[in-house]
């Protein structure tokens, strides 16, 4: 079993910045792959970014330049800087892993881009 706590959410205003963090613990496996989705009021659930364990980073277009997404292997944790927030960046955020056949969810934290 694996366990994902995620801390940082907030209210920030148009073109703040927020860090979210998500530590892992429980029995993970090497390989994994670590990453952000969000969903936001009526909507489906969206890939933020992700990164593997080598560090190869993958992000959404509309992230892109704005959200950086790094991980420490050592201390399994995965975070993720946001910068320039847009009012559409409002979401709960999820840290999700990835490996071998398994994946789990945090429990989320709610980020809110208003002035």
């Known amino acids: 079993q694996v366990q994902l706590v995620e801390s940082g959410g907030g209210l920030v205003q148009p073109g703040g910045s927020l860090r979210l963090s998500c530590a892992a613990s429980?029995?993970?496996?090497?390989?994994?792959?670590m990453g952000w989705y969000r969903q936001a009021p009526g909507k489906e659930r969206e890939l933020v970014a992700l990164i593997t364990s080598g560090g190869t980073a993958v992000y959404r277009d509309s992230v892109q330049g704005r959200f950086t997404i790094s991980r420490n292997n050592a201390k399994s944790t995965v975070s993720l800087q946001m910068d320039s927030l847009k009012p559409e960046d409002t979401a709960v955020y999820y840290c999700?892993?990835?490996?071998?056949?398994?994946?789990?969810w945090g429990q989320g934290t709610q980020v809110t881009v208003s002035s």
């Open positions: 999700n892993i990835k490996m071998s056949n398994y994946e789990y």
């Open positions: 429980g029995s993970l496996f090497s390989g994994n792959v």
